[in-house]
């Protein structure tokens, strides 16, 4: 697919032949629109499949969630015959929910391709058309120029961190904040603020925190920029780069206003430290494709990072940010199907008023914050607290806040047919990643399950 959308190097009986295959599985799938339980004559061998499952991967499955293969919007069915309502979308993947025509079509044109995997090496044409979309978003409100391409966040967080360190040799340390996430490799696992993801691994002590804001502290932007003063006057010119979440993710989906970084990325701009904007989440959720434009703090990013939506990892970066030849490499970039749905997925988000202070995005939080909001004030009393969050992204602390709580009330939401997950710690919250296509019908939908569960709890 170019940069429009179109497909590359396919004559029109394959064009013909593929918008049939899209069209047959959209109706297959229509039929696929409530929830639903499990069928009783498959649970048995959904059980074995489960076990078996564990087996190989030396631990059980967190859900008892095996996916059929079929699914419609935020609609997916499972291989025991049951349909759940997708808020969670495999941690941000599926922003368009599943079965979605364009993306369908798009995936089968990558299907095609000559090669199943495109690499920095030897890509095609779909590799330039993703990036320049990917460079062209950001652009805007920023000084991004180049990016690079990886096969997902993780990867793509190692290369701004490389990208940094290059620039600022022999610098090492990163300043990041408490309860920030960054990926799963052994480095970012470090700059990932949770000990329990590092057991066992070596500490390397380069990563220095920061408080992230706190609403209820009427002091919080100055204490957050006196510990970062600190920082530099401790470490001087061992300093790398300045790592953020615009709202923290793993930490608890907890937003900032733009009156708290305004002075951070000051003084980092004064001390001369890269600025490394996290978006591996955020992307496409908040409101403007990128949370930095909906912060409109875009002309203090150096660097900037996603994935997720894209469908593969980006690290996209200004001209005086440009690394030298050899440091990034890699010899997978993405998929051919993944590059195609990547792009088809930004050009349908970019195209159908998702965003913006009256688009879609805003209108589906708006809709949800107040929906939980009026469970707090009502039936649900005292068994949510602070429904917050950013464009897509919202989550909310439940009764207690403890561990076994919000584990009990997940699997109860499953139960009954919605898929949520937990994020942040002490209080640990309720988190959703909402799809962009979803319906405030589905949204009250939603809203009845969470609140059913919460009185059965």
Known sequence: MNNKGEPLNFDLQTQSLIKQLTGANTLLNSTISDVKQADPHRISYYEELMKKIGQVRGRPLYYPYIGSGRGNGPFVELEDGSVKLDFINGIGIHILGHSHPEVIQASLYGALQDVTNQ?????????????????????????????????????????????????????????????????????????????????????????????????????????????????????????????????????????????????????????????????VQTFTRTGQPFA???????????????????????????????????????????????????????????????????????????????????????????????????????????KDGKKETVEALLKTFFSKGLIAFSCGKEPVRIRFLIPAIVTNQQLDLALKIIEESLLKE
């Open 119 to 279: 690499g920095n090496l030897q890509p095609n044409k779909e590799y330039f058309y993703m990036l320049q979309k990917l460079v062209e978003l950001a652009k805007k409100g920023s000084k991004i120029e180049h990016g690079w391409l990886a096969t997902c966040g993780t990867m793509a967080n190692e290369t701004a961190l490389k990208i940094a360190r290059q620039k600022k040799t022999p610098a090492r340390m990163i300043i990041s904040f408490k309860n920030a996430f960054a990926g799963r490799s052994t480095m970012m696992a470090e700059v990932t603020d949770n000990p329990a993801y590092r057991v066992g691994l070596p500490e390397y002590n380069e990563v220095l925190r920061l408080p992230w804001y706190d609403k209820k502290n009427p002091t919080s932007i100055e204490d957050t920029l006196r510990a970062l003063k600190l920082h530099v006057e401790k470490h001087s010119n061992n300093i790398s780069v300045f790592s953020f979440e615009p709202m923290l993710g793993e930490g608890g989906y907890m937003p900032a206003p733009r009156e708290f970084f305004i002075p951070l990325l000051e003084f980092c701009k004064s001390q001369n430290i890269p600025i490394w904007s996290d978006e």
């Open 292 to 398: 930095f434009q909906t912060l409109e703090i875009g002309e203090y990013i150096d660097i900037v990072t996603v994935a997720k939506t894209a469908q593969i990892g980006a690290t996209l970066y200004t001209s005086a940010m440009n690394p030298q030849p050899g440091l990034i490499a890699g010899t997978f970039s993405g998929s051919s199907s993944a590059l195609n749905a990547g792009l088809a997925i930004l050009n349908f988000l970019d195209n159908n008023h998702f965003y913006g202070p009256e688009g879609r995005v805003s209108e589906i939080h708006n809709y949800f914050i107040s929906g939980l909001n009026k469970l707090a004030q009502t039936s649900c009393k005292n068994l949510i607290s602070d429904a917050t969050g950013m464009g897509l992204m919202i989550a909310f602390t439940p």
